[in-house]
């Protein structure tokens, strides 16, 4: 199964948080143990991986898992249309592509 398409739209230098709340046949899935992983690159076959992902766990048993990047990651992206995907491992060592996009980078204009 091919995973759902999200494009993300964010400007150099913010801080990026998205949450996901994960269920499986309308009940809110318990994903304490799993992993999750993610990262941006200008292309699917590009070898440079311009920013990795981090995971705000704190509310795994609920279901909800965050994606964030910090505004010392964002500043250094370059400004054009990247790719990007999620994925997690389950505690059995399932490994499932959670979303997947396009990431379209502005420039910042308030500097200071």
Do not use: H
């Not at 913010?14 to 304490?32: H, I, N, P, Q, W």
């Not at 249309?81 to 997690?88: I, R, S």
Request: net charge negative.
């Amino acid at each position: 199964m091919s995973a759902p398409k999200y494009d993300i739209q964010l400007a150099q230098g913010e801080t990026f948080y998205m949450a996901l709340t994960l269920d499986e046949s309308g009940a809110v899935m318990d994903l304490t143990g799993y992993v999750f992983e993610g990262q941006i690159r200008a292309t699917p076959e590009d070898p440079t991986v311009l920013a990795s992902f981090g995971f705000d766990e704190s509310r795994l048993a609920s279901g909800t898992v965050a994606i964030t990047l910090p505004a010392s990651v964002t500043s250094a992206l370059p400004v054009r249309a990247c790719v990007y995907d999620l994925f997690m491992t389950s505690p059995a060592g399932i490994r499932t592509q959670l979303l997947k996009g396009s990431v379209l980078v502005s420039m910042r204009i308030t500097r200071n």
